[in-house]
């Protein structure tokens, strides 16, 4: 059974930080990318940042100079480090792993995978 385990969610005023976690249960040398995508009120889920299996970073352009995606792959987990934030980044959070199909460490995956975590909400107050 795949895991993702979202944490680090909750309400903080405008001008704070927060730091979301994922970690997942793959094996990190299927992993090509890893990512965190968020969906607010009335609006449809939208891409924020994401990291490749080279480290390259890839960020929304709202949230460029505030927000940093980065991965331990000892611990098989993304973060994103949010600061500076806008009542406008209120939104549930969803972290999203992408990764190929086949054998790594003798665990076989069967297809391309595309796994989303529960969601994580974030407020943002005024």
């Known amino acids: 059974q795949v895991q993702l385990v979202e944490s680090g969610g909750g309400l903080v005023q405008a001008g704070g930080s927060l730091r979301l976690s994922c970690a997942t249960s793959r094996r990190m040398l299927s992993i090509n990318a890893m990512g965190w995508y968020r969906q607010g009120p009335g609006k449809q889920r939208e891409l924020v940042a994401t990291i490749t299996s080279t480290g390259s970073t890839n960020y929304a352009d709202s949230v460029k100079g505030r927000f940093t995606i980065s991965r331990d792959n000892a611990k098989n987990t993304v973060y994103l480090q949010m600061d500076s934030l806008k009542p406008e980044d209120t939104a549930v959070y969803y972290c999203?792993?992408?990764?190929?199909?086949?054998?790594?460490?003798?665990?076989?995956?069967?297809?391309?995978?595309?796994?989303w975590g529960q969601g994580t909400q974030v407020t943002v107050s005024s």
């Open positions: 999203n792993v992408k990764g190929s199909g086949g054998y790594y460490n003798a665990v076989y995956y069967p297809r391309d995978y595309d796994d």
